[in-house]
């Protein structure tokens, strides 16, 4: 398995709840990238992630919202005491280089978690 | 902050048609993508555009960086259902960036047989 693997694909939580998303890259890359897409909207981001470290987390809602990439391990996206408004599809996207002083950054995406919140 | 402006939103056309979908902004990119999205499933890269005034095929599908690289343009010509999907520009900025991509809102396209 080549791709980026997105777990849960379908999330359902209260009002209240917690979620959390997880996301593993492509095998080799070390660069994270988390967004956001309402339905027949395109894609905001929220935060971009290398191993260890928050490089940029500029599109990430100050509170309730915080995401992690471990040493070892997935990608994590935590919505804390969910509300309506956070239901939405995650997406979680990995490449193999920084894009800010390349031509261009290709992003590989995964099949996306979908949350509702009730 | 940088914004793609792309149009038209929705497109419903019969099989075998032509169309073209815009991407503009009053921003440079470094670069610029063409996903498409099904239902249910992550964008997938369809092209990456690079140069100012590039153009790039992919079979029925053509490819256009507009020279300031402000703008892109994707034209699809003989729709087939099987194009049916949404369609994402998403560029690279040109300064400041950390290597995030900045999308458009999405074309969503209808092609009917």
């Known amino acids: 398995n080549a791709g980026v693997m997105q777990n849960p694909r379908h999330l359902v939580r209260r009002r209240g709840q917690e979620a959390r998303l997880r996301c593993s890259p492509m095998?080799?890359?070390?660069?994270v990238y988390w967004y956001r897409q309402l339905p027949e909207e395109g894609l905001k981001f929220m935060v971009y992630l290398q191993k260890e470290n928050i490089i940029d987390e500029s599109g990430m809602p100050k509170e309730r919202f915080s995401a992690e990439f471990p040493k070892e391990g997935p990608s994590i996206l935590r919505i804390q005491q969910v509300v309506r408004g956070d239901s939405a599809a995650y997406f979680c996207?990995?490449?193999?280089?920084?894009?800010?002083?390349?031509?261009?950054?290709?992003?590989?995406f995964g099949a996306g978690s979908r949350l509702t919140v009730l | 902050t940088q914004l793609l402006e792309q149009s038209p939103q929705f497109l419903s056309i019969q099989e075998g048609e032509n169309l073209t979908v815009y991407c503009n902004s009053s921003s440079v990119f470094s670069s610029l993508q063409w996903y498409r999205q099904e239902p249910g499933e992550g964008p997938v890269l369809l092209v990456t555009v690079v140069t100012g005034g590039e153009v790039k095929k992919l079979k029925r599908l053509t490819f256009q960086f507009g020279d300031a690289r402000k703008d892109s343009s994707l034209h699809i010509t003989a729709a087939q259902p099987g194009d049916t999907g949404l369609y994402l520009c998403?560029?690279?900025?040109?300064?400041?960036?950390?290597?995030?991509?900045?999308f458009g809102q999405g074309t969503t396209l209808q092609v009917k047989p």
């Open positions: 998403a560029g690279l900025p040109s300064s400041g960036n950390t290597g995030k991509l900045i």
């Open positions: 095998k080799g890359h070390s660069h």
């Open positions: 996207a990995s490449s193999l280089i920084q894009g800010a002083n390349s031509g261009a950054n290709v992003l590989t």
